[in-house]
Nanobody
């Protein structure tokens, strides 16, 4: 069982930065993938970045590569999304999510349907 609570959203001007935080509970986080998703009005929820807790292998959406960085802190059980050079098109609700890997060597699955633990979401708005 994993519980996730995200925070850190807000309003920022284009070109600015924001750091989202996801507090994760659970005693066996080493077998989980934790990711960040976003969903804008009228659009599908899609992965922004995800990380294997055990190895720190990561994936990123093409739209955020070079601008966003996902990381995790094992001692604090926190996952962060550092967002730099923000663009108006980054505006969305951002969710922290997780799923348990069936095999630790599997590639990270980017599909939101594969993630069965979700936070409540935090709004990010980027003005031009």
């Amino acid at each position: 069982q994993v519980q996730l609570v995200e925070s850190g959203g807000g309003l920022v001007q284009a070109g600015g930065s924001l750091r989202l935080s996801c507090a994760a509970s659970g005693r066996t986080l080493s077998i989980y993938v934790v990711g960040w998703f976003h969903q804008a009005p009228g659009k599908e929820r899609e992965v922004v970045a995800a990380i294997k807790w055990s190895t720190t292998d990561t994936i990123y959406a093409d739209s955020v590569k070079g601008r966003f960085t996902i990381s995790r802190d094992t001692a604090e059980k926190m996952v962060y999304l550092q967002m730099n050079s923000l663009k108006p098109e980054d505006t969305a609700v951002y969710y922290c999510a997780a799923y348990r890997m069936s095999r630790l060597w599997d590639a990270i699955n980017p599909a939101p349907t594969n993630y069965n633990y979700w936070g409540q979401g935090t709004q990010v708005t980027v003005s031009s």
